[in-house]
């Protein structure tokens, strides 16, 4: 085989998430807005706890080259696919607020039903119905 430009690793969520936190990995300005729905991040969330395969993340290393943040990359991973994913990821997960189209900030919480029958979805976009349980976890 020839010169193999790249390299295919596994890692799990928590060591993708901590990467985000610590900025190990940062999304680059050319990416586009965060455009997902509350219900794909929940699918999402499903898709993961199902041990379902949810895609690759691509990244690369690369010096001067512009963030999302504002700030110039120097030498962390940069997102190159997977923005949606990992975007969903910290807003579900770690709590960011993600801006929606009207540049607003705005949270995605999942709720998880650990007694969900078969037929029923174990996880939910958490609205007001789910408030009251929350302040009942909170209480505990």
Same mark, same amino acid.
């Given at each position: 085989m020839?010169?193999?430009k790249y390299e295919i690793e596994k890692h799990s969520?928590?060591?993708i998430l901590s990467w985000i936190k610590t900025k190990e990995v940062v999304i680059p300005e050319i990416q586009r807005p965060f455009v997902?729905?509350?219900v794909q991040v929940r699918n999402l969330i499903d898709s993961l706890y199902n041990g379902y395969p949810v895609g690759y993340l691509i990244v690369s290393r690369s010096h001067d080259l512009k963030l999302k943040d504002g700030t +110039?990359?120097?030498g962390q991973r940069?997102? +190159?696919?997977?923005q949606q994913r990992v975007t969903a990821l910290t807003a579900a997960i770690l709590g960011r607020t993600v801006l929606n189209k009207e540049y607003q900030e705005r949270p995605i919480r999942i709720a998880y039903?650990?007694?969900?029958k078969e037929e029923e979805n174990a996880f939910e976009v958490q609205d007001q119905s789910h408030l009251k349980s929350k302040r009942w976890i909170d209480d505990i």
């Open positions: 020839g010169n193999q969520v928590d060591t997902w729905k509350a +110039i990359s120097k940069i997102l +190159i696919d997977g039903n650990p007694f969900a």
